[in-house]
């Protein structure tokens, strides 16, 4: 906590936007649009999908394979899925088409 009483990373005092707290949380701007259990739901696909991209030993731009995965998630999740697996296959096939990779 900052001195203002918000949570922050607990590597600097800036609140909720940091943006090294935003990288772990990417759906804490979501917290208006989806209820708490969806919320849990997002974070546990996109974390198993984040973990298949950095175990692919391949090369690339992490913050952006972040959002992209992230918005991937997010739209098939407003489109209604919300099975996890799901998600995470459905990000992780979409993925290299988002990020123009073959």
Do not use: H
């Amino acid at each position: 906590m900052n001195v203002s009483g918000r949570a922050s990373c607990g590597n600097c005092d800036n609140l909720i936007g940091c943006a090294e707290r935003q990288a772990r949380m990417p759906f804490s701007a979501y917290r208006d649009n989806f209820d708490a259990e969806t919320l849990a739901i997002l974070e546990a696909a996109f974390n198993e999908a984040w973990e298949a991209v950095t175990s692919s030993g391949g090369d690339f731009d992490q913050e952006t394979t972040r959002n992209a995965l992230a918005e991937l998630i997010i739209s098939f999740a407003a489109e209604g899925e919300t099975n996890p697996k799901r998600l995470k296959e459905l990000a992780l096939a979409a993925l290299p088409q988002t990020l123009g990779t073959p």
